[in-house]
Nanobody, 124 residues
């Protein structure tokens, strides 16, 4: 099993920044990549960003490109999501996920492990 614990959410004004962290523990060697998803009230969970553990290749949703940066610290089994220029539409619960190698990386179905989520609220 792999356990994921997110932290760093909170309330911020539009234009501000937040940094989310996701600490992985357990059988982390079975995972190939980590990702961030988010879910706003009344909406489906959507892909935000993904990073591969080994080479660090990254992928982003169009809605966050240029504003969000995903990174990792392999020594600490931790993934980060730096969020800049936040907008009210970024308000959501942000989830960390771990999964294998796949071209369908934007689909939540391909991730086996999930964190409990952390709330991000951006006020206008």
């Amino acid at each position: 099993q792999v356990q994921l614990v997110e932290s760093g959410g909170g309330l911020v004004q539009a234009g501000g920044s937040l940094r989310l962290s996701c600490a992985a523990s357990g059988r982390t060697f079975v995972t190939y990549a980590m990702a961030w998803f988010r879910q706003a009230p009344g909406k489906e969970r959507e892909f935000v960003a993904r990073i591969n553990w080994s080479r660090g290749a990254t992928y982003y949703a169009d809605s966050v490109k240029g504003r969000f940066t995903i990174s990792r610290d392999n020594t600490k089994n931790t993934v980060f999501l730096q969020m800049n220029s936040l907008k009210p539409e970024d308000t959501a619960v942000y989830y960390c996920a771990a999964g294998g190698a796949t071209v369908m990386f934007a689909s939540s179905n391909v991730y086996n492990y999930w964190g409990q989520g952390t709330q991000v609220t951006v006020s206008s």
